[in-house]
């Protein structure tokens, strides 16, 4: 699919005036949306472990493309993409790869807290993030949060022969998300270093597996070049 992860490239340029107007537009028709009859149980449906893809296809562009045309759904290859599109069709790429998001922290207590980094709140800028070294701050969902109410969480592991503590301290809870601070005790080492070595790629549930080694290639599009998504392109 085409349709941009959580964090695209284009989410964090500016808006031309025209888009920022239909922007800001949309988002005042959401907040007036009555969303009171809205059932989550609605939109649930049946989706059989045989039918999922655990794993891409070697040759990435034979997976099935879904097609809808004048009311009618029918099957083809991703490489007849071209095929389905009418002429001056504009295509738009999201070129993010996913990030090793999940890091996993173990309490002196043996509780396992996981910590899934969404956005980053200190320095905000993704570039800057990643090439930031000793402490930054990030938005981020906590597994087993009512296991972690109060102290720091520490990870010591080692990456090129030097041994380095990777320490995060509750900050501030937002609407969605809780603001944790990270600090790291090697201060040549940048957060993107840092992740690669201690990063988890957060492959969906559905999948029911383990992250392996190869979906740090696989789980990405074959277009993808700039480090800021959280999830893959869906």
């Known amino acids: 699919g085409l349709c ?5 490239e284009s989410a964090r340029s500016p808006l031309d005036p025209a888009l920022h107007h239909y922007h800001l537009q949309f988002d005042h ?25 655990k794993f891409p296809l070697a040759q990435r562009d034979e997976s099935k493309l879904l097609v809808y ?41 043996g509780s396992l807290i ?4 969404l956005e980053p709140a200190s320095p905000t800028d993704y570039e800057q993030m990643f090439q930031t070294r000793g402490h930054c701050s990030w938005y981020c969902l906590v597994g ?7 102290g720091a969480l520490q990870l ?45 790629l957060p492959i969906p549930p559905y999948l029911h597996r383990n992250t392996q080694e190869s979906d740090k290639v696989t789980y990405q599009t074959v277009y993808s070049k700039i480090k800021g998504s959280v999830a893959a392109p869906t």
């Open 29 to 53: 028709d959401i907040k007036r949306m009555d969303t009171k009859h809205i059932k989550i149980a609605d939109y649930n449906y049946a989706l059989p472990d045989e039918r999922i893809a």
């Open 114 to 117: 996981e910590i899934f980094l």
């Open 156 to 200: 010591r592991f080692n990456r090129a022969g030097r041994e380095t503590t990777l320490t995060a301290e509750r900050s501030l809870v937002e609407t969605d998300a809780l603001r944790i601070d990270f600090s790291w005790d090697d201060s040549g080492l940048s957060f993107a270093e840092l992740l690669d070595t201690v990063g988890e």
């Open 69 to 109: 045309q004048d009311g009618h759904i029918s099957e083809d290859s991703f490489c007849r993409l071209t095929r389905h599109l009418p002429q001056g069709a504009l295509m738009v790429f999201n070129n993010t790869r996913v990030i090793q998001a999940r890091i996993r922290f173990r309490k002196e207590t």
């Open 4 to 8: 941009p992860g959580r964090h695209s």
């Open 144 to 150: 087993n949060l009512k296991k972690w109410r109060t």
